[in-house]
């Protein structure tokens, strides 16, 4: 898998985690435990994605310089 499939893969993750905590959300009764335990498995997620985005950045304007 390469990196761009990887970031890609991540983006869905996130996506349906966005969902999950959002059905959660609107439950008669949302489980806290449950929420927290999603918004920081998404932040993490997120956090991956930022960090893998910056690192193709920075390949991709190193490329662009040895050109």
């Known amino acids: 898998m390469s990196l761009l ?17 959002e059905q959660e959300q609107h439950r008669p009764l949302p489980d806290q435990s449950i929420l927290t ?3 920081r498995e998404k932040l993490k997620i997120k ?8 690192h193709m950045s ?8 040895l050109q």
Request: aromatic share 0%; proline share 0%.
């Open 5 to 21: 499939e990887h970031v890609g893969s991540l983006r869905v993750k996130k996506s349906q985690i966005e969902d999950l905590i």
């Open 37 to 39: 335990r999603l918004k």
């Open 58 to 65: 920075t390949t991709s304007g190193t490329a662009r310089v």
């Open 47 to 54: 956090e991956q994605i930022n960090k893998l985005d910056a």
